[in-house]
């Protein structure tokens, strides 16, 4: 008997940071320097993990954030974690700008420096690094049906003839593909509300939420 795959690790069982959990709230128009925190709460809101960190803006333009003192409590996943340094890029849009994390992954010794929006430190991990550098995947992926998509990308009236006359299996398929569809329509209807609240309000020192995990900012300054 051919011995079962263990699943790889996933996204969604990681702490995760987010840039954009930085930016919105305006840590960059802080003056830099200035201390802060973030804290990350389990499903019960009990504090598993806090970093101390600051970012430093240097003369040649570029960015960065540094990562300091940590707490955790016995509880966490993480035993301990590193200090790092993770330079912040900027990429210029039609509409404004967009920053990136500089992924301070190591493979083999070589930096990664791939652009990533959100940085992950896993289980049993001591660095944040992108989700390629700790060969994460997508809760979802692991149970994905490539015949789902199949299924979505028919025409309606066909899609709706499996529906109705097609084989058990055909029919199972086809109502699993409704729940796929209809969960994405949830997501992007919650993307946008929140793009619409993120534009609408004011900045706020509390930063916002990342995976299943809190992330809240203490003001600058206090440890």
């Known amino acids: ?65 540094h990562t300091n003192e940590r707490r955790h409590s016995p509880s966490s996943p993480v035993s301990s974690i590193d200090a790092q340094n993770i330079e912040i890029v900027e990429t210029r849009l039609h509409f404004g700008s967009r920053r990136w994390f500089k992924c301070p992954g190591l493979a083999g010794g070589v930096l990664c420096e791939q652009g990533a929006g959100i940085l992950y430190l896993p289980a049993n991990e001591s660095r944040f690094a992108c989700r390629k550098c700790h060969g994460l995947l997508h809760r979802s992926a692991q149970t994905h049906d490539k015949r789902v998509d199949a299924l979505l990308r028919l025409p309606p009236s066909e899609f709706q003839f499996i529906l109705t006359n097609g084989s058990f299996r055909q029919r199972l398929l086809a109502v699993q593909a409704c729940s796929v569809a209809l969960r994405r329509l949830r997501r992007k209807a919650a993307s946008s509300r929140a793009n619409r609240s993120s534009a609408m309000r004011s900045p706020a020192r509390d930063f916002g939420n990342n995976s299943r995990n809190k992330l809240g900012t203490e003001h600058p300054g206090t440890p």
Request: proline share 8%; charged share 20%.
């Open 1 to 65: 008997m051919t011995p079962r795959a263990h699943p790889k690790r996933t996204v969604e069982d990681c702490i995760a940071l987010n840039v954009s959990s930085l930016v919105r709230p305006g840590l960059f128009r802080a003056p830099p320097g200035a201390l802060c925190s973030s804290t990350w709460r389990d499903s019960k809101q009990r504090e598993t993990l806090r970093i101390y960190f600051w970012w430093e803006l240097l003369q040649t333009g570029q960015s960065f954030l």
